[in-house]
């Protein structure tokens, strides 16, 4: 199975910085998809951006965007100016393209504090 | 559209009780899923499926059951319940899989206690 690595538990930024979040994956595969899902106190998933493997263009929007290195196996989220509303536990996610069920594969997520 | 709803929102149990969570979704999609949250942790997949009638297991599925009757139903049956079993549960749903994002739609939650 593929695995997805979210090597920080816990960021902090401050209001109307910029923040950067990790995430790397393992998998053999080459057609493949990621996300960002966000998921504030009210413990609601939320889709932030999304990304084919394929497109070597890297998603963004509005204040969110990704730094997609395939080579590298890396998908990190990069949030600009940061509001107190971006407060919230982000969750990097895989899923392959095979016709396999549509299984998500998440990390353990990072717990993102905004600094007013 | 209402999207993924999940009933009851909280539930205490005692040890050796069982129940049901419910989950439902208007969107027509064909795959559902049933995951839980422990506290600090990510998501595991407990069950999903592709269609009415179709489940498959996932990472943690002893302790519960699934089934499909409908398009738009999936419940988790808890049987015996266990103190390892108090964590948040989350309902999917999403329209396909293969090419396309086909993205899941999650449901607010069911934040499970077992003591």
């Known amino acids: 199975a593929q695995t997805v690595t979210q090597s920080q538990p816990e960021m902090s930024v401050q209001e109307a910085e910029t923040v950067t979040l990790s995430c790397t994956y393992d998998?053999?595969?080459?057609?493949?998809?990621l996300f960002w899902y966000k998921q504030p106190p009210s413990r609601q998933m939320i889709l932030v951006i999304r990304?084919?493997?394929?497109?070597?263009q890297n998603a963004t929007e509005n204040r969110f965007s990704v730094n997609f290195q395939k080579a590298a196996k890396s998908f990190s989220l990069k949030i600009s100016d940061s509001q107190l509303g971006d407060a919230a536990m982000y969750f990097c996610?895989?899923?392959?393209?095979?016709?396999?069920?549509?299984?998500?594969?998440f990390g353990t997520g990072t717990s993102l504090t905004v600094i007013p | 559209n209402a999207g993924v709803t999940q009933t009851p929102k909280f539930r205490i149990l005692k040890i050796g009780q069982s129940m049901t969570l419910q989950c439902t979704q208007d969107?027509?999609?064909?795959?559902m899923y049933w995951y839980r949250q422990d506290p600090g942790m990510g998501l595991k997949l407990i069950y999903y499926?592709?269609?009415?009638?179709?489940?498959d297991k996932g990472e943690v599925p002893n302790g519960y059951n699934v089934s499909r009757s409908t398009t738009e139903d999936f419940p988790l049956r808890l049987e015996l319940a266990a103190p390892s079993q108090t964590s948040v549960y989350f309902c999917?749903?999403?329209?396909?899989?293969?090419?396309?994002?086909?993205?899941?739609?999650f449901g607010p939650g069911t934040r499970l206690t077992v003591l």
């Open positions: 999917a749903s999403s329209y396909s899989s293969g090419r396309g994002y086909n993205e899941q739609f």
């Open positions: 998998t053999s595969e080459s057609d493949y998809y």
């Open positions: 990304q084919e493997a394929y497109k070597q």
């Open positions: 996610a895989y899923r392959s393209a095979r016709n396999t069920g549509n299984q998500f594969y």
């Open positions: 969107m027509n999609h064909n795959y």
């Open positions: 499926s592709v269609g009415a009638g179709i489940t």
